[in-house]
T-cell receptor, first 115, second 111 residues
């Protein structure tokens, strides 16, 4: 089945530690996105990539980094510079044409907590 | 002013009633509008998309868009307890691609 796979489902970070969240898709979508969701809040865009080897900062990129070496993969690293990383992280993909194709397909999410 | 605003709720309606969810936005260049449903601890799922002024119906769901007034709404007819979730409004600008989300409205349908 085609879809987006995020792992792990739950992740714990120690102070000063970098952690990496995995996101893989087999939908052959060009664009991929990382969103952060805090309790009772909507989704805020961290980073997005519309093509391999290229990515742009979203609204809350500080303390995060990404790479897009393959079309299928868009890992997110939460660095030690991110002082409040506890949140639900969602990866998504889409076909990035304007008009009726901006529908996002989401992974199942990763809940990151600080120890 | 936030780019996309929704009442956070909770909105409580009895089973069988019509639930009305509203969303306003600030960017007049927005072209595409979406409603996502999100159950607690789960990822959002797309339930409606709308691109032109007017109404769009899909089963028990109707999306309404008024670009002049910069609002989009979602009506859920014959509400069921299984409709209890947070509903997220999202929009995309004329550059395509990334979506901007509202904070979501929590809906509770009481049996």
């Amino acid at each position: 089945d085609g879809g987006i796979t995020q792992s792990p489902k739950y992740l714990f970070r120690k102070e000063g530690q970098n952690v990496t969240l995995s996101c893989e898709q087999n939908l052959n979508h060009d664009a991929m996105y990382w969103y952060r969701q805090d309790p009772g809040q909507g989704l805020r865009l961290i980073y997005y990539s519309q093509i391999v080897n290229d990515f742009q900062k979203g609204d809350i990129a500080e303390g995060y980094s990404v790479s897009r070496e393959k079309k299928e993969s868009f890992p997110l690293t939460v660095t030690s510079a991110q002082k409040n990383p506890t949140a639900f992280y969602l990866c998504a993909s889409s076909v990035p044409t304007s008009g009726e194709n901006e529908k996002l397909f989401f992974g199942s999410g990763t809940q990151l907590s600080v120890l | 002013q936030k780019e996309v605003e929704q009442n956070s709720g909770p909105l409580s309606v009895p089973e069988g009633a019509i639930a009305s969810l509203n969303c306003t936005y600030s960017d007049r260049g927005s072209q595409s509008f979406f409603w996502y449903r999100q159950y607690s601890g789960k990822s959002p799922e797309l339930i409606m998309s709308i691109y032109s002024n007017g109404d769009k119906e899909d089963g028990r769901f109707t999306a309404q868009l008024n670009k002049a007034s910069q609002y989009v709404s979602l009506l859920i007819r014959d509400s069921q307890p299984s409709d209890s979730a947070t509903y997220l409004c999202a929009l995309a600008g004329n550059q395509g691609g990334k979506l901007i989300f509202g904070q979501g409205t929590e809906l509770s349908v009481k049996p």
